[in-house]
């Protein structure tokens, strides 16, 4: 099925741009009219795919994070992408309280954060090339 619209940005991989990736897609996804329950889901699960990026993809170095919006009549596709460090093992993962940062806070729940809001989640990653999160929410009309 071919979108009824799409948009896609770049910005530099600072957390001070995870609040503006979710702004614009909450801003994006508004045209559908979803509920305020769906926009929020939709919001934390891009925050979670932009700041794992910024940590764990650029491991705070300086990058480029991509993010693209597909709409659909009833959802919205949200692609992040990354070209860091890539992941080594997805699955692994993917795995509720794994982290290869310990000592952050909150570490090892982000897939499973984007997991829980969102209605689909896939990986695609290569170690030494980056990353990319596509994750889709099917809205219920507001």
């Known amino acids: 099925m071919q979108p009824i619209n ?17 702004v614009v897609v909450a801003a994006f996804a508004a045209q559908l009219d979803p509920t305020l329950e769906d926009l929020a889901d939709l919001k934390t699960a891009v925050s ?40 080594e093992d997805i699955e692994k993962a993917r795995t509720p309280a794994f ?14 954060v984007m997991e829980s809001f969102m209605d689909s989640l896939q990986i695609e990653s290569e170690k030494g090339k980056g990353t990319k999160i596509i994750m889709t929410k099917k809205f219920s009309r507001g």
């Open 99 to 112: 982290t290869t940062k310990p000592e952050l806070e909150r570490s090892g729940m982000g897939f499973a």
């Open 48 to 87: 979670e795919a932009v700041t794992n990026a910024i940590i764990h993809g650029y491991e705070q170095k300086s990058g480029t994070i991509y993010m693209e919006c597909l709409l659909y009549p009833d959802s919205i596709t949200v692609i992040i992408e990354d070209h860091g460090v890539g992941i």
């Open 6 to 22: 799409r948009m896609k940005i770049e910005f530099d991989s600072k957390s001070s741009n995870e609040a503006f990736a979710r």
